[in-house]
């Protein structure tokens, strides 16, 4: 998969791709955001990186800072397309969360979260499984205000695209091994995700006392 992915690495259209890909997963969660951005990020990793042999480098190579931006753009994107969303559900959305205790639980921690000034819930379930789109849907249902959550979307952007593009750049540099630093760097943002999702479904320090 890592060598399918790589190859497109080396075509103009990658910013394209990962950009549509960041924008969709707040509806199709399963889409490979996440690893289109590291895979991007050791591409440009392995070409800059010096050696006594040289290594021959593609004609298109991703660059850093302008990969940085545009997962930063896509990601709040996506975020205010499910905040208008939400906003506008209906009664079809409404039932949904209705039979979704969890979801009930998400959307409720998350109104009472921004009320409080304590958005940061926005940036951790960024990197959790779905939960960008929880969080979302959620903010929007709840009618919460544009300028509660469009800055803490554009954190939680900022914050998921730079841990993703340090993993692929970084990692790729150290291990020396595109393909090496892509795949530990997908297990590393597997693990991040797992943590979050922890963090986003403990109850609140208040109901876990009560």
Known sequence: MFETLGSLTASPWIYALVALSIVLDVFLPVLPSGVLVITAAAAAAAAGAAGPVPVPVPEQVP??????VIATTASVLGDMAAFR??????ARLDRAIARSRRLTRAHERLGTALARGGGAL????????????VVSLGAGKTQRKVAEFLPWSVLAGMAWAGYSVALGYFGTQWLGTQWLGTALSVVALFAAGALAAFLVRRPPPAAATA
Do not use: E, M
């Not at 660059?63 to 940085?68: K, N, P």
């Open 122 to 133: 926005v940036v951790i379930a960024r990197f959790a499984p779905a939960g960008r789109s």
């Open 63 to 68: 660059d850093i800072l302008l990969l940085l």
């Open 85 to 90: 969303l939400g906003r506008r559900g209906g």
